[in-house]
């Protein structure tokens, strides 16, 4: 089906580098402004022509049909040198056998027993939390979320050190992997700082990758969690994952599912400490249901507005903030004809922050996720996890992770912002709030 809305292009392309400076300096910007020019509208990078998808309804047709906008572009071409041909980055033809080899590592059964292990990790992480201390809110996430991970999806071998290690040169790959992807080719392969600190991060990364999967095929033990999953797992000829493909899903599971959860939590910390009034009902929330004790997975249906504040959350700072695609046969989009080979952009930040979508788009309002609110919005328009055969197959991770995670820590914490600085957000390969310092005060000392 072909939709006709209207094509436009973006103004400001300067000679030569057309909008890598807009797309560089101010990205989140410069992105919210591009709907008034249309639906489609295309960008230049240097030499090169993409499309911005600027409406739910043809986000909604790029995301449903997974075979025509294939994964592919600057964001992918970056993300491939890190994560090769794993779940999230393959291509069309073989995406369906990963998907079904990997889906039984998401059912509701699982995600039962994931969130034991999250709950016991959340519960160690924050035994470590003092009364007047103050932390990286983000590396503090990071860190549980890693944890968690590693924990839930690979029992891992590793040392504490070692996976220090990991944690570190992934957060260097991921910080990359976003400048490399607005460079020109030619200046990747120059050896500036940031490109050599890439690819050492990727030495180290591959090693330990090995060393996990290793130590797994020597023990021969089912841990019952993902990895031994992958390993057991066979698809319809009977093959199992080589070494290659085990080694692109166990860094793309790392990548993908902690620092972007990671981010979600702290940007909810920070809307919580600006929003009194939203912290305080949530807190009520919290304390009815939880009383200071660890939440479980049973207590998830009953947290109904720390999900409201988590989507709100996922809304204004979606941690995936721009995405590629790559159009694999000649498509008209918005009336226009665009040839094979053509950058699709699709962003969850600008699509969220349409005010004719969302009535007072900067504000941050969980009440705008009750159901009587929901059922009008159109299909396309709320994509954190984006959308169709490519939808993040972690969302019901992320979620019960991120809502164990704020409802425990705002019943036993209050997370107070250091006078004097101004968090920002900060856009790399997940959107960050920085800098992002908070003092902890213990919830029982400080009523
Ligand atoms: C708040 C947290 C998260 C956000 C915002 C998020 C966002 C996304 C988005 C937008 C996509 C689609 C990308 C595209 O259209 O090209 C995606 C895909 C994916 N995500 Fe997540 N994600 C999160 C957490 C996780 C977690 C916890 C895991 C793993 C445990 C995970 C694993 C994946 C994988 C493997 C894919 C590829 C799915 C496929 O192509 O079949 N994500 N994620």
Not at 317 to 337: D, F, H, S, V
Request: glycine fraction near 8%; charged fraction near 20%.
């Amino acid at each position: 089906m072909t939709l006709t809305t209207q094509a436009g292009v973006a103004p400001g392309g300067w000679p030569i580098v057309g909008h890598t400076f807009a797309l560089l300096r101010r990205p989140l910007e410069f992105l919210a402004s591009l709907p008034v020019q249309g639906d489609l509208v295309e960008i230049r990078l240097g030499p090169q022509r993409l499309f911005v998808v600027c409406c739910p309804e043809l986000t909604h047709q790029v995301l449903r049909d997974g075979r025509t906008y294939d994964k592919g572009g600057p964001f992918y071409g970056q993300l491939r040198m890190l994560a090769g041909d794993g779940l999230v980055t393959c291509v069309y033809g073989s995406h369906r056998r990963q998907r079904q080899l990997l889906q039984p590592g998401f059912t509701r059964a699982r995600l039962a027993l994931y969130a034991t292990e999250m709950s016991r990790q959340l519960d160690a992480a924050l035994a470590t939390w003092r009364d007047g201390q103050v932390i990286d809110v983000l590396s503090a996430m990071n860190e549980l979320t890693t944890k968690v991970t590693a924990r839930a999806l690979f029992t891992t071998p590793l040392s504490p050190q070692q996976s220090t290690e990991f944690l570190h040169t992934l957060s260097a790959l991921v910080e990359g992997i976003f400048l490399r992807m607005i460079m020109p080719a030619w200046l990747r392969r120059v050896p500036l700082p940031v490109n050599r600190r890439f690819e050492r991060a990727l030495s180290t990364t591959d090693d330990l990758t090995y060393e996990i999967i290793n130590a797994y095929r020597r023990s021969g033990v089912d841990h019952g969690d993902l990895l031994s999953m992958m390993l057991a797992a066979r698809d319809e000829h009977g093959d199992a994952l080589t070494d290659t493909e085990l080694r692109d899903q166990v860094v793309t599971f790392w990548g993908a599912g902690t620092e972007s959860t990671a981010s979600l939590l702290a940007w909810s910390l920070h809307l919580l400490a600006e929003h009194p009034d939203v912290a305080r009902r949530l807190r009520a929330e919290v304390d009815a249901v939880l009383g200071g004790r660890v939440a479980g997975h049973a207590d998830v249906t009953r947290l109904e507005y720390t999900a409201r504040v988590l989507n709100e959350s996922l809304r204004l700072y979606p941690p995936a903030w721009i995405i590629t695609r790559l159009l694999t046969t000649e498509t008209t989009l918005a009336g226009k004809t665009l040839p094979a080979g053509t950058i699709l952009i699709y962003s969850p930040y600008l699509i969220h922050r349409r005010g004719d979508i969302y009535p007072n788009p900067s504000q941050f309002d969980p009440d705008r996720w009750l159901p009587h609110h929901t059922t009008t919005l159109p299909r396309g328009a709320f994509i954190p996890f984006g959308g169709g055969n490519r939808r993040c197959i972690g969302d019901n991770f992320a979620v019960l992770e991120a809502t164990l995670a704020l409802a425990t820590i705002t019943s036993r914490w209050h997370l107070q912002p250091l006078p004097g600085t101004t968090t920002k957000p900060q856009p790399r390969t997940a959107l960050r709030p920085h800098p992002l310092r908070m003092q902890l005060h213990h919830r029982n000392t400080h009523l």
